[in-house]
């Protein structure tokens, strides 16, 4: 008597996204820094000047009201209950709420350089020409992993916004969002919350 064949599907260990984006590092021309955000490998476009110098203007002004953790270019991860990845992210400045303990450089060795993304206490982004990115999928996913403040510089819509008070309502992080939003016209002042300076936006006014 010969056993009947199985046939269910068999099923290929899944990719991890971090190796998927070291693939389009390598596979790139130009210098970039491909991200990961619910379930889509981004390839953002190459910043223009008025991006890098808005976005500098921007981490010089928390470096100069006190803030010594305020960085740029890490990136950072975010990870589903199961433990599997579910965004990598690489702000384009940020304010940590620590410098890396030996625990956090022993994550990032193991996610090939990306840091917890629990380290983070602030995150802005500044939009380029996929500002969708920052807008809807950036906005939720932040929102998510419940990091307290969330600055957004609106190029395109030419606002900026300080999105506070991150709500998941339940299992699914697409549904996450920030409950307050204070809105300027990009040349006005930004507020921030208590502890961190108001924000002039005057620099984006040159694009």
């Known amino acids: ?3 009947e064949p199985i046939m269910e599907p068999v099923m290929e260990p899944k990719q991890d996204p971090i190796d998927l984006l070291i693939v389009i590092e390598e596979a790139s021309q130009a210098p970039t820094r491909p991200e990961y955000v619910e379930g889509m490998a981004i390839v953002p476009p190459q910043p ?3 991006h890098n110098d808005g976005a500098g203007e921007l981490y010089y002004q928390f470096r100069a009201a006190g803030f010594r953790l305020a ?4 990136g950072y991860r975010a990870a589903h209950k ?3 990845t579910m965004a990598l992210m ?7 709420r620590r410098r890396p303990s030996e625990l956090d450089e022993a994550y990032s060795r193991a996610h090939k350089g990306r840091y917890p993304i629990d380290m ?3 995150v802005g982004e500044v939009t380029s020409s996929n500002h969708e990115t920052d807008t809807g999928p950036k906005f939720r996913t932040y929102a998510a ?23 998941l309502p339940g299992d699914d992080p697409t549904e996450a969002y920030y409950d307050t939003d204070v809105k300027v016209d990009l040349g006005d002042p930004l507020p921030l919350p208590t502890p961190y300076p108001t924000l002039d936006t005057t620099p984006f006014l040159d694009d």
């Open 1 to 3: 008597m010969s056993a």
């Open 120 to 122: 983070l206490a602030l």
């Open 71 to 74: 960085g740029f270019n890490n």
């Open 82 to 84: 199961d433990g599997s």
């Open 48 to 50: 223009n000047d008025n």
């Open 90 to 96: 690489v702000p384009d400045l940020y304010v940590r």
């Open 145 to 167: 992993v419940g990091i307290p403040v969330y600055v957004l510089v609106d190029r395109h819509a030419r606002t900026a916004h300080c999105y506070t008070d991150p709500i």
